[in-house]
């Protein structure tokens, strides 16, 4: 299992990014994918995560923090889920991570709070002007 973020960088408040987690090694729709963040001298935090279509109803969640800002979508032709981020804060400025996970049956929220099974490498997110 492999999993790859990319897409981060810097970025005006208010602006957009589009982060892309490329993975391979696995059927993606068979896992929860989720996306954590890691600022300085803070504790990852989980993002939002999309369920797994076998293991669950490919459910989306979402910290509170980034509801209706944030959109976690997944192209599985392409083995690619993606996090759409708009109306960006500062508070948003962190390292990005994408994880898999498939011992959860059901949805993935929970694993938004424990963490997954399966990691990437991060992509640094910076918001500001």
């Known amino acids: 299992v492999q999993l790859q973020a990319s897409g981060g960088g810097l970025v005006q408040p208010g602006g957009s990014l589009r982060l892309s987690c490329t993975t391979s090694g696995f059927t993606l729709d068979s896992y929860h994918i989720g996306w954590f963040r890691q600022a300085p001298g803070k504790e990852r935090e989980g993002v939002s995560c999309?369920?797994?279509?076998?293991?669950?109803?490919?459910?989306?969640y979402y910290v509170d923090s980034v509801k209706g800002r944030f959109t976690i979508s997944r192209d599985n032709a392409k083995n690619t889920v993606y996090l759409q981020m708009n109306s960006l804060k500062p508070e948003d400025t962190a390292v990005y991570y994408c994880?898999?996970?498939?011992?959860?049956?059901?949805?993935?929220?929970?694993?938004?709070?424990?963490?997954?099974?399966?990691w990437g490498k991060g992509t640094q997110v910076t918001v500001s002007s």
């Open positions: 994880a898999a996970d498939e011992r959860v049956r059901g949805p993935c929220s929970p694993l938004l709070y424990y963490g997954m099974r399966y």
């Open positions: 999309i369920s797994s279509v076998s293991m669950s109803d490919e459910s989306t």
